[in-house]
């Protein structure tokens, strides 16, 4: 089952903004994962976030993980129109390598 | 990177046929292979998980008589629709992860998805 929430469903900015996303997930995790998803596209691996910490940046990429309020933050500095995609947070809560999903974020990159 | 194939990555076929889908790694031996399924605008529901050389686990309410999963080499996991009808129509994704290697522990790679449509 999905226990992910996703906020916003949808977000639309212009290019060069920030654009964040936040994923809130229910049950005790080991790990958090942020994949993106251009349409009609496979999953591509962004940046994986261990429970032990809090932060972590990858290129424009920065994830925030607070276990204590279960939720992860993924922030896209200096937007471009190529990460116009949707966004989807995983978490291990299915146990086995399973990953959860949560329902994503569609961001639109207006140029 | 590790990097992971799907055949086709389109299909039609006519309502009662079967289609097999096949997902493949082709640098790395996966121990165990995913299969999600993803209807538009929706996120990815998992179906199975694949583990080579054993039965594969559905997830509550798939149907494994369905959706019939072969994980017969540390390459290969094949998925094969029977007997589709219309709302079996969807993308169709894989992924496969490896029990060693510290890279990639816990990580899934993704195929690119197969966009099944029975008409």
């Known amino acids: 089952s999905q226990q992910g929430e996703e906020d916003p469903q949808a977000l639309s900015i212009q290019e060069g903004e920030n654009a964040t996303m936040n994923c809130s997930y229910k049950?005790?995790?080991?790990?958090l994962q942020w994949y993106r998803q251009n349409s009609g596209r496979g999953l591509v691996h962004l940046i994986l976030?261990?429970?032990?910490?809090r932060e972590k940046h990858s290129g424009r990429l920065r994830v925030t993980l607070d276990t204590s309020k279960k939720s992860s933050s993924l922030l896209i500095t200096a937007s471009r129109a190529a990460d116009t995609a949707s966004y989807f947070c995983a978490t291990d809560a299915g146990g086995a390598q399973k990953l959860v999903f949560g329902q994503g974020t569609r961001l639109t990159i207006n140029p | 990177g590790a990097v992971v194939s799907q055949h086709p990555s389109w299909v039609i076929c006519k309502s009662g046929t079967s289609v097999k889908i096949e997902c493949r790694s082709l640098?790395?031996?996966?121990?165990?292979m995913f299969w999600y399924r993803q209807f538009p605008k929706q996120s990815l529901m998992l179906m199975a998980t694949s583990n080579e050389g054993s039965k594969a686990t559905y997830e509550q309410g798939v149907e494994k008589d369905k959706f019939l999963i072969n994980h017969a080499s540390l390459t290969l996991s094949t998925l094969t629709v029977t007997s589709a009808h219309p709302e079996d129509s969807s993308f169709y994704i894989c992924s496969a992860s490896s029990a060693g290697g510290v890279s990639f522990s816990y990580e899934q790679y993704f195929g690119p998805g197969t966009r099944l449509t029975v008409t």
């Open positions: 976030i261990r429970s032990n910490e």
């Open positions: 640098d790395f031996q996966a121990t165990t």
């Open positions: 049950t005790s995790i080991n790990n």
